[in-house]
T-cell receptor, first 112, second 114 residues
């Protein structure tokens, strides 16, 4: 069974700081999602990637399949970025969402 | 893309009662996924709801406790039966983009069992 580990579990930073959240997995995966969970519980998909890097606004996600590692970066962080960030990986053989393994999430607080 | 409406958003229930959570998608999808997120834990898949067939349950989840309906391609319900405090969680429904693999989630139903 694939294990997905996120670090740090909790992160508090000042507005404007560069944020990095890490995700590592024990078994090979084919692709990985980064998700954002708001305080009310709703989840929004940020990225799905299987190689290299993707960028959307102030968010950047990178993945190294061989090293079994992915990172999510937030540049010029803002209090509205405060949320729980979750990574979720598909097994190495692919498959659908029923094959996802989720990390426990990183609770990010950006203070003004 | 897909927009998912989920309700109730939150509820407080008494031990031994049952609660049904509804999930409405604005487009037709083949599979809908129901997740549970216990406090401080990661999302755990309860079952995959397929239209026209029985839901497929993951290890540790049974139909008697979590009956699921999927009457059409845009709607599903999850019932949490005979609730106990251990069932206090956020329950989420989700669908997957047909060709993109992008994940779409409902707003979540935060359930507290007293």
């Amino acid at each position: 069974k694939n294990e997905v580990e996120q670090s740090p579990q909790n992160l508090t930073a000042q507005e404007g700081e560069f944020i990095t959240i890490n995700c590592s997995y024990s078994v090979g995966i084919s692709a990985l999602h980064w998700l954002q969970q708001h305080p009310g519980g709703g989840i929004v998909s940020l990225f799905m990637l299987s190689s290299g890097k993707k960028k959307h606004g102030r968010l950047i996600a990178t993945i190294n399949i061989q090293e079994k590692h992915s990172s999510l970066h937030i540049t010029a962080s803002h209090p509205r970025d405060s949320a729980v960030y979750i990574c979720a990986g598909y097994g190495a053989s692919g498959g659908g969402a029923d094959g996802l393994t989720f990390g426990k999430g990183t609770h990010l607080i950006i203070q003004p | 893309s897909a927009v998912i409406s989920q309700k109730p958003s939150r509820d407080i229930c008494q031990r031994g009662t049952s609660l049904t959570i509804q999930c409405q998608v604005d487009s037709q999808v083949t599979m809908m996924f129901w997740y549970r997120q216990q406090p401080g834990q990661s999302l755990t898949l309860i079952a995959t709801a397929n239209q026209g067939s029985e839901a497929t349950y993951e290890s540790g989840f049974v139909i008697d406790k979590f009956p699921i309906s999927r009457p059409n391609l845009t709607f599903s319900t999850l019932t949490v039966s005979n609730m106990s405090p251990e069932d206090s969680s956020i329950y989420l429904c989700s669908v997957e983009g047909l060709n993109t693999g992008e994940l779409f989630f409902g707003e979540g139903s935060r359930l507290t069992v007293l």
